[in-house]
Nanobody, 124 residues
Framework: QVQLVESGGGSVQAGGSLRLSCAAS????????MAWFRQAPGKEREFVAA????????YYTDSVKGRFAISRDRARNTAYLQMNSLKPEDTAIYYC?????????????????WGQGTQVTVSS
């Protein structure tokens, strides 16, 4: 069983930056595709970014392209989400998610494990 723990959320003004971290533990953690989702109040959880365990180009939702960057440190079993040029509409709880490597999936039900979430608040 892979466990995920996020950190790095907080409050920033519009235009600011934050970096989220997701530490994965478990025997098979290094073989998991990793993703970030977010959920704003009253909205459904939505896909933000993903990176495959084999590497290759990451995936992003259109609204964060050019502003966010997902990466992973395989030696540390940690995934990161660097968020730049933050906007108020980026305000949400951000969740790290993992799934056994396979086809790319952008829906929440395609992921096997989840972190507890970390709040990101962007003020105008």
């Amino acid at each position: 069983q892979v466990q995920l723990v996020e950190s790095g959320g907080g409050s920033v003004q519009a235009g600011g930056s934050l970096r989220l971290s997701c530490a994965a533990s478990g025997r098979t953690a290094s073989t998991y595709d990793m993703a970030w989702f977010r959920q704003a109040p009253g909205k459904e959880r939505e896909f933000v970014a993903a990176i495959r365990w084999l590497g290759g180009s990451p995936y992003y939702t259109d609204s964060v392209k050019g502003r966010f960057a997902i990466s992973r440190d395989r030696a540390r079993n940690t995934a990161y989400l660097q968020m730049n040029s933050l906007k108020p509409e980026d305000t949400a709880i951000y969740y790290c998610a993992g799934r056994r490597g396979g086809s790319f999936v952008r829906t929440p039900d395609g992921y096997d494990c989840w972190g507890q979430g970390t709040q990101v608040t962007v003020s105008s």
